[in-house]
C-alpha cells in the first residue's frame, strides 16, 4: 500500500471494552500499511478507565480532546482535559481514569506499533 490513505472514523468499527470504554484503531499496518507507528481514538464513558498495562517496547502519546480525567502511574496523579498531551515512555506503568460525567475523548500514538495492530496478527 502505497501513496496517501485516507480513513474515516465513521467507516471504522468500533472496540467496545470493558471498563466502558470505545477505540478506534484508525492508522496501523491492518489499516492503511503503516509501518512505524499507529494511531486511534479512544472514548471512555463517565466512571470508566483504562486499567493499569504498560507498553514493554512502544512510547505512546495521548492528547486529550474532551472530558475530564486523570493519568496515573506509580509516582504521579495528572489532570487531562481538553488541550492535554502526554507522552508516556516505554515501560511505565499506567491508567486513565474518567473522572467528570462526560466522555472523556483522547487521541493515541504509538510507535512502534503494538504487534495487534499488524497484519501478521
Known amino acids: 500500500m502505497k501513496g496517501v490513505k ?11 471494552r470493558d471498563p466502558p470504554r ?7 499496518e491492518k489499516t ?11 472514548e471512555t464513558d463517565p466512571g470508566g478507565m ?8 512502544e512510547e505512546e502519546v495521548m492528547f486529550f480532546i474532551s ?4 493519568f496515573i ?7 487531562v482535559g481538553p488541550g492535554i498531551c502526554i ?3 516505554p515501560g511505565e506503568m499506567h491508567k486513565i481514569v474518567n473522572t467528570g460525567d462526560e466522555v472523556l475523548k483522547f487521541v493515541w500514538i504509538y510507535s512502534p506499533q503494538l504487534k495487534s495492530h499488524r497484519k501478521d496478527q
Open 6 to 16: 485516507v480513513i474515516n472514523i465513521k467507516d471504522v468499527e468500533g472496540i467496545r
Open 73 to 79: 502511574t506509580k509516582d504521579q496523579e495528572i489532570d
Open 32 to 42: 492503511c500499511g503503516a509501518q512505524n507507528l499507529a494511531m486511534g481514538v479512544n
Open 67 to 70: 472530558g475530564k480525567g486523570k
Open 50 to 57: 483504562v486499567p493499569e498495562h504498560k507498553h514493554d517496547d
Open 87 to 89: 507522552y508516556n515512555p
Open 22 to 28: 470505545t477505540s478506534w484503531i484508525l492508522v496501523s
